[in-house]
């Protein structure tokens, strides 16, 4: 029985890992480009954590401060240089987070319910997990040793 139960999970698995091939949209960045993007999405891992750490102690004027830090002022901080080399549809879905994230600290100051707070984070997680399903970042840049020496600073 439990073999049977194994051999299903295998097929299961097989079936889910099989497509080997990467075949997201490619987003065409340069190192510092890449840098960039990374980094803005480990401070909205970061800030999520963050929000659900502070609805369990409700604590929602924490949960607003978290949560506008990710909000359309976060945008703002340097994604203008990005604006011309990603597609209208990848900023589309950034700005729609970072607007979540701002009505996410509004409503946490006005409304102080903790089941709202869940339910706009969870919905606003399905567009992260929309734009990680549809897009993948490759490098145009040669690795670091193989660089010539440069020196123009963006
Ligand atoms: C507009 C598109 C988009 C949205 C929205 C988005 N991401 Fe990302 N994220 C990306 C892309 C593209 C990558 C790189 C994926 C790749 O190359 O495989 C990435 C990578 C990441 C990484 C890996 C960072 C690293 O250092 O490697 C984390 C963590 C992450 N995203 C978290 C989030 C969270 C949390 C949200 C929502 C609150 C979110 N992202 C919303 C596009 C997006």
Known sequence: MKKLAFAALAIVATATFAQDIDERKILSLNEMQRHHILTEMRALLLGTQQIL???TEDDMLAVARHARMLGTEMAHSGENHLRSVLPKDFMQLGIS???????I?????????TKHTLAQLSMTLQT?????????????????E???VHHDHH
């Open 105 to 113: 600290a509004a409503d946490a100051e006005t409304l102080k319910d």
């Open 53 to 55: 750490q502070a609805i």
């Open 128 to 144: 992260c997990v929309a734009c990680h399903a549809a897009y993948q970042i490759r490098t145009t840049d040669l690795p670091a």
């Open 146 to 148: 193989a660089q010539p």
């Open 97 to 103: 987070v970072h607007k979540s994230f701002d009505q």
